[in-house]
């Protein structure tokens, strides 16, 4: 079994109030950002590398996830593709001033979770993800 994995945290766990309009949400914003659909999926949850998403009943998260993305045309699709898969407007596709080169857009999810993508400018990558093998 092998798990690729980010450079900050292992995964995050979203609860939501309708998993079936965070599914198409989500696989909308992971096509923009060319990467692989959901991995597994039950009658209450579904998984993508890091992102488990659950059907919460009453308790729905509300949190910041920010997806690296290659290039500004990147951030651009994920910003449209985001918008015609249900996703509001909460930062439209530029240049932050977090950094130089910080550029990024942001939208919130169907349960109000702040969802951004985010090139970091010209940069080099050690290693395009850290691969763990399990024994």
Known sequence: ME?????????????V???TASKRFYRAVFA???WPDIV?????FFYADELVVEAAGEYVSRVHLAFQAPDQATVQAFYQAALAAGGRDHGPPGERA????????????PDGNNIEAVCHGPHHRSAPSVVIRAK
């Open 3 to 15: 798990f690729h994995r980010g450079r900050l945290f292992d995964h995050v766990h979203l609860r």
């Open 17 to 19: 109030s309708d998993l």
């Open 32 to 34: 923009a950002l060319g």
């Open 40 to 44: 597994q999926e039950g009658p209450d």
């Open 98 to 109: 977090y950094h130089p080169g910080y550029y990024a857009a942001f939208v919130l999810d």
